[in-house]
């Protein structure tokens, strides 16, 4: 059984769990093996468990090269803890799988994850305006209407709109296009674009789109600073001012504006040390748990890298302001902090580039599920974002300036209906153009007449140019 490249779409984490556990199943080499006097059948060491695992996983296109030994042992404590292995004795669940000699069996049955029974969300459709319906606080309802005294004339009136005579006047209520209208196009187009993006028939089973805050899209795209770095409002929701400084001290070393204490061997362990545990205290990743799926499916798009950051940049777009601040901040200090030669070694157990990963995918992506796969896509997608982080975490301009043209459009259609005279005058069409202002054309024409027949002058040197 070869692997296979799984692609965007509903359930891919848990796609990739179940070809993960087969492929495991169906490659790892059992014999008989011999524990403290005992002879055991169809069984293999832990030991070999890490070792064949972990060239599968760098073999398979899904994860990369780049899984290292510790994430394979991690996948091999919830492979016992999910009964997908067990120990000789038949013992799984609270045992503590090590990389030692102990031996290990598949159970008969082969455990695959359940695919997760959610709810089917009804697709949002966002309603323009209707001119024709009363707005809010318009209603009949609660208009008093004064009883009507039928007379000669009144019958008479009735009568001939009734036959057709005289045409029936009908109010017509003039909305306008609110900022909640403009939100909601915002987030109506950027659905549709990250839709046609992945590839999908609908985000429903990788999005509940009804948590999807278009307030924080505006913010995202507009509120940004020269450096497209998100500016809050809430000054609470900042990151804290030692937090920002021991940043700004690593990712500018060694010349720091910042640094004003003495430094000390050892001094960037300890301020790196500081980040780490900062950023690995929240209680909820960066990328949230509710677009753990989105994400997750963008993952499945990077043999295609333009289209991978295209959907990257659209999903960052759907974060809270805070967490899309703190992302680029971080993403961004990882990513110097890996091209810094002048930096000391931070770990002397992984080199620097490895160990941001390490230290930070967990606080950027992860599953509220135990069961899954989260630490190798977590480290597939940050080291996507150290290398690509200028353009991800950019506004797409593209689509910025299509949705923007979209809702100038719908501005000058609701102008157009509520003063079409005006209208007429501001943006007159070619053929308008003649009628509405005839002197000016009939000026340009001359003017053109007469240069046409003004005959030939040659060229004539001056005193000036002879000088």
Known sequence: MEPRLVGPGPYRATRLWNETIELFRAGMPRGRRRSRLRTHERCFRASEAVAWLHELLRGNQNFGPEVTRGQTVQLLKKFLKNHVIEDVKGRWGQEDFREDGRLYRFPPSSPLKPYPKRPSYGKEVIKFPDWN??????????????????????????????????????????????????????????????????????????????????????????????????????????????????????????????????????????????????????????????????????????????????????????????????????????????????????????????????????????????????????????????????????IPSSLQIAIEEHVGQLRRVQFQKSYPEVYKERFPTSETEAVLFPEKSKQKSQLLMWALKKPFQPFQRTRSFRM
């Open 133 to 394: 319906e009363p707005g809010a606080g318009t209603s009949q309802e609660r208009t008093p209407v004064k009883p009507t005294v039928m007379n000669s004339e009144m019958w008479y009136k009735r009568h001939s709109i009734a036959i057709g005579e005289v045409p029936a006047c009908r109010l017509v209520y003039r909305q306008k296009l609110t900022q909640t209208n403009i939100e909601q196009i915002w987030k109506s187009m950027m659905m549709s674009h990250l839709q046609k993006v992945l590839g999908l028939d609908s985000l429903d089973e990788v999005l509940d789109t009804k948590l999807v805050n278009p307030k924080h899209i505006l913010h995202n795209v507009y509120n940004i600073n020269k450096q497209g770095i998100v500016i809050l409002e809430d000054k609470s929701k900042e990151l804290p001012h030692w937090v920002l400084s021991a940043m700004k001290c690593l990712a500018n070393w060694p010349t720091c504006s910042d640094l004003k204490q003495p430094t000390y061997t050892g001094f960037e362990r300890d301020v790196f040390k500081t980040i780490a545990d900062y950023y690995g205290q929240m209680k909820e990743p960066l990328l949230t748990f509710h677009l753990f799926d989105v994400f997750v499916s963008v993952l499945g798009l990077l043999h295609k890298t333009n289209k991978a950051i295209e959907a990257f940049q659209v999903s960052c777009l759907l974060l809270p302001p805070e967490n899309r601040k703190k992302l680029q901040l971080l993403v961004r200090m990882m990513a110097r902090i890996s091209l810094n030669k002048d930096l000391p070694p931070l770990s002397d157990a992984a080199n620097t580039r490895t160990l941001m990963v390490q230290a930070f995918s967990h606080c950027i992506l992860c599953s509220k599920d135990e069961v899954d796969l989260d630490e190798l896509l977590a480290a597939k997608l940050v080291m996507f974002l150290m290398d690509n982080y200028d353009e991800i975490l950019n």
